[in-house]
């Protein structure tokens, strides 16, 4: 995750802030680049973070996580495929604009801190110097609350660094991702993980969505739903007048390392109808999982909403040891 530093910080361990130019030109050539995106959700209601790690040797990682109400619900990361060399230039070339190109390098930006508010998404740009074990790191707001991919440098903070630090967030994601790259949870309502595992005695085979008939008091199926899966246990705590809670289930399946997640909580069509978008993670070929009888689940909380619902379900190959 990202490390902050202060200014003084950043100044101490380079010797940048009154030393020659020539000592920080080239920080970070043997090191990594990492851009970390904050986004409120549901009006400060839920948070994204989207983290994207950069080596120089051009391997990389996205991690990226979403939650609600200061608990997580989902989170998902993905890594570079085939040779990294691919990536090794294009880093390069990223790093001299950061060091060395008028009018988008950061030396002499303050690096501090920024508090955003709900309207606008924290957008963190972090570099790492591996020969001098030391780290640089700028922090601004972008123009609105958006994701790594809508990130834009129209309308951002009135200062200079802003746009600066959001290009550089821009530049790295481009020449990593593409313009066609499928973030996890684009779209998504925030929410929260109740319970996830693969052993429960529910006997559902499909999600399913609870909502108060009252606004006041937990659905008669719920209670039912949530005894077979917990016997004994007391019920969640759940504002009914303005949550709702999903169930996502698939029955039985045969091979150790299966799971399920709620990776989406959308709002769709003109009438605004919840649809929720399950993955089912299996291990990929050739992983040699055991043979176990499991029954995987994943239950989140999320904000209330009156549409009808629906859901889709897809499979998620996940690589061996992951």
């Known amino acids: 995750m990202p490390i902050n530093v202060s200014l003084t910080a950043i100044c101490t361990l380079l010797a940048a802030c009154g030393g020659t130019e020539t000592e920080f030109l080239k920080f970070g050539t043997d090191g990594l680049i990492r851009v970390t995106v904050e986004v409120p959700l549901g009006g400060g209601l ?18 990226e996580e979403i939650g609600y109400d200061g608990r997580g619900g989902d989170e998902t990361t993905v890594r570079s495929s085939g040779l990294p060399i691919a ?31 709900i309207g606008r998404s924290r957008v963190t740009f972090h570099v790492r110097d591996n020969p001098t074990d030391s780290i640089a790191e700028w922090q601004r707001c972008a123009g609105a609350a958006t ?9 951002v903070e009135p200062d200079d660094g802003a746009a600066r630090v959001v290009y ?31 052993q429960t005695e529910i006997e559902e085979e499909q999600p399913k969505l609870f909502r ?41 399946r045969h091979e150790l390392g299966d799971s399920i997640e709620v990776r989406k909580v959308l709002l769709v069509g003109e009438e605004r109808n919840i649809s929720v978008e399950v993955v089912q993670r299996v291990p990929g070929d050739y992983c040699a999982p055991a043979r176990r009888d499991v029954w995987p689940y994943h239950i989140v909380v999320t904000p209330r909403w009156e549409g009808s619902f629906s859901f889709g379900m897809r499979v998620e190959r996940v690589p061996c040891g992951v």
């Open 212 to 252: 108060s008939p009252d606004g006041r008091s937990a659905p008669a199926e719920w209670k039912r739903i949530w005894n077979e899966h917990r016997p004994g246990s007391s019920l969640p705590q759940v504002d009914w007048a303005a949550e709702m809670v999903v169930l996502a289930t698939a029955g039985a």
């Open 147 to 155: 994701s790594l991919r809508g990130l834009t440098t129209t309308e």
């Open 46 to 63: 839920g948070l994204k973070q989207q983290v994207l790690t950069w080596n120089s040797d051009g391997a990389w990682t996205l991690f």
């Open 87 to 117: 990536f090794a230039a294009d880093y390069q070339a990223v790093l001299h604009d950061f060091n060395e190109r008028e009018g988008t390098r950061l030396w002499g930006l303050g690096g501090e801190d920024r508090e955003c508010g």
């Open 168 to 198: 550089l967030a821009m530049r790295t994601r481009d020449r990593v991702l593409g313009g066609d790259f499928e973030y996890a949870y684009t779209g998504s309502l925030p929410f929260a993980t109740v319970d996830k595992g693969t």
